[in-house]
């Protein structure tokens, strides 16, 4: 099962470009989520969406757009990045409104120079 | 006000020993879920255990359990007979599904080491 992919796993970019984080789900997951984690740090929330055509914002949504068109896919958009966007991003997914764990994907280490 | 709070930013523990991250949190729901993940060097999240809030035992998973006193508010993490592949770092989060707040809330984190 290949469960929460994201791509890509690394990427710098410069300041003041733009880029698209793919994160897609083979698990029919309703909620899916987006955080980031600075160095030291715990995870916080930037978007998340409770299904199809459903986001909502976070902790710290600013410098960042979500959509979701698709059950499996999440993209997260950064548009003008800037060196306070450096960090690592992690996707995540899980079932329903119990609780249940969420699954996490493997993480994409970005570097904004 | 912090959600979760991990007081602990690191903690050592001699190989084989036991070991307790702590973890309190801050809910006024009486319906909510209490998570531990671990974040080896590596970098991805591993769920280890889930404790539900209205759970009369304490979870547990192998070697790992969960020491719950909902009215103290704290989910503190045991480990039992660490082992050196324990080193990591260890996350508490909560989730509230029924206030909205379906998201996962995460604490700072703990840095285990454990020491041979």
């Known amino acids: 099962n290949a469960g929460v992919t994201q791509t890509p796993k690394f990427r710098i970019l410069k300041i003041g470009q733009s880029m698209t984080l793919q994160c897609t789900q083979d698990?029919?997951?309703?909620?899916m989520y987006w955080y980031r984690q600075d160095p030291g740090m715990g995870l916080k929330l930037i978007y998340y969406s409770v299904g199809a055509g459903i986001t909502d914002k976070g902790e710290v949504p600013n410098g960042y757009n979500v959509s979701r068109s698709t059950t499996e896919d999440f993209p997260l958009r950064l548009e003008l990045a800037a060196p306070s966007q450096t960090s690592v991003y992690f996707c995540?997914?899980?079932?329903?409104?119990?609780?249940?764990?969420?699954?996490f994907g493997q993480g994409t280490r970005l570097t904004v120079v | 006000a912090q959600k979760i709070t991990q007081t602990q930013p690191g903690m050592f523990v001699q190989e084989k020993e036991a070991v307790t991250l702590d973890c309190t949190y801050d809910t006024s729901d009486q319906s909510y879920g209490l998570f531990w993940y671990k974040q080896p060097s590596s970098g991805e999240m591993i769920f280890l255990i889930y404790q539900g809030s209205y759970d009369e035992q304490n979870a547990t998973e192998g070697r790992y359990s969960l020491n719950f006193q909902k009215a103290r508010k704290s989910a503190n993490l045991v480990i039992s007979a660490s082992q050196l592949g324990d080193s990591a770092m260890y996350f508490c989060a909560m989730r509230e599904p029924y206030s909205g707040n379906t998201p996962l809330v995460f604490g700072k984190g703990t840095r285990l080491s454990v020491i041979a």
């Open positions: 698990m029919n997951h309703n909620y």
């Open positions: 995540a997914s899980s079932q329903g409104l119990t609780v249940t764990e969420a699954f």
